[in-house]
């Protein structure tokens, strides 16, 4: 059973910084890209940032020069380090990986979702 867990979530004041981190684990035999996708109340789900196995990173506007995205492929785990936070950055956090793993009924590749983690922004 594939699991994709985050952890980093919380409370900061606007100009501060916090660093989401994203394990995924069971009988994994490769991932492919890794990114992390945030949701406002009341807003769609949006792309942040992801990356590549090979390392490639794409950022969506909002964020370039704010955030890095990062990932270790030895831990099958996937960072973001946010800085310089404002309010408009409050949302929950998922994370989103394309792993091939071995399931009962054979190998499958397939896109995993994190539960999402609060991150809250105060002015």
């Given amino acids: 059973q594939v ?3 985050e952890s980093g979530g ?3 004041q606007a100009g501060g910084s916090l660093k989401l981190s994203c394990a995924a684990s069971g009988k ?4 492919n890209a890794m990114g992390w996708y945030r949701q406002a109340p009341g807003k769609q789900r949006e792309l942040v940032a992801n990356i590549t196995s090979g390392g490639s990173t794409n950022y969506a506007d ?3 020069g704010r955030f890095t995205i990062s990932r270790d492929n030895a ?6 380090q946010m800085n310089s936070l404002n309010p408009e950055d409050t949302a929950v956090y998922y994370c989103n990986a394309r792993i091939t793993a071995l399931q009962p009924w054979g190998v499958m590749t397939h896109d995993y979702w994190g539960q999402g983690t609060q991150v ?3 002015s």
Avoid: A, M, P, W
């Fill in 75 to 80: 831990k099958n785990t996937v960072y973001l």
């Fill in 3 to 5: 699991q994709v867990v």
């Fill in 62 to 64: 909002s964020v370039k």
């Fill in 10 to 12: 919380g409370l900061v």
């Fill in 28 to 31: 994994i035999f490769g991932i």
């Fill in 120 to 122: 809250t922004v105060s």
